[in-house]
């Protein structure tokens, strides 16, 4: 008896010293079990030594993951020394106070100081709404309250061309950067390295990579989109790197 329980103390011990991954983010990100859709939160898996809960979930901003319960599922899953990447952006846009607006229940201001509005929600109460960096900074708050390890991603980038330039500028994902230094934590430039690896294949040939619009992606896509998060935690030298098994060690890195 005494021995079975310190081999399951043991085992219990190892789980709490082994860290995971965990991911909130949008449909750019999301699970799949159906359609011609997939996230790149689906492969990241693939590249990594450490288990991976995929959070992410479609149509969701910072405020409405937050709002929804989403974000305190997410941190009752947390433990110490796990990783949790915050990738928002695809849904923040969009004034929160233009009763127009009908995406306005997830709309956040811009920037990232203390401004603050306040609006109606859809059930008619009073809510605060805060800038994207204020969101930001909450959630990476709560996760270092959890003493686990919070990192702050670009946005994935849509297939947005002008003049056979792609896209290349996200105001998203500057206040993702802006806010990751202001509080010291790493940052990866997935929006960087997803041009990168998009724009040399021209505007027909990346296009098979978004089957139903230029923001969502198919397979293919979003192996893609776990290869450039690969090149973005290289190039940032992030602690995720540690946990690279050997696909992920394979990922050609151009910084």
């Not at 109460?125 to 003493?147: C, S």
């Not at 790493?186 to 990346?206: M, N, Q, S």
Request: net charge positive.
């Amino acid at each position: 008896m005494k021995l079975a329980i310190a081999v399951l103390a043991h085992a219990a011990a190892a789980a709490a010293a082994t860290p995971k991954l965990l991911i909130c983010s949008d449909s750019t990100t999301a699970n799949y079990t159906s359609g011609p859709l997939q996230g790149w939160g689906y492969y990241i898996g693939e590249y990594l030594s450490i288990g991976v809960v995929n959070l992410a979930r479609n149509g969701r901003s910072t405020r409405s993951f937050i709002k929804e319960g989403l974000w305190s599922k997410l941190l009752s899953q947390t433990q110490a020394s796990d990783y949790v990447v915050i990738e928002m952006g695809h849904n923040d846009d969009g004034d929160p106070t233009d009763p127009k607006n009908t995406r306005g229940g997830r709309s956040v201001l811009p920037g990232i100081d203390g401004k603050t509005a306040s609006v109606k929600d859809e059930n008619g109460k009073a809510e605060t709404v805060h800038t994207f960096g204020f969101y930001l900074r909450e959630m990476i708050e709560d996760v270092r309250k959890k003493n686990a390890i919070p990192i702050i991603s670009g946005m994935v980038p849509r297939n947005y061309w002008r003049q056979g330039k792609l896209q290349s500028d996200y105001k998203f994902t500057d206040w993702a950067r802006q806010t990751a230094e202001q509080e010291k934590v790493e940052f990866l430039d997935h929006t960087k390295y997803g041009v990168e690896r998009l724009r040399p294949l021209g505007e027909t040939k990346a296009k098979t990579y978004f089957p139903q619009d230029n923001t969502h992606t198919n397979a293919a896509g979003a192996k893609l989109n776990a290869e450039t998060f690969v090149t973005a935690a290289k190039c940032a030298k992030s602690q995720l790197v540690r946990h690279l098994n050997g696909k992920g060690q394979e990922v050609k890195q151009s910084c």
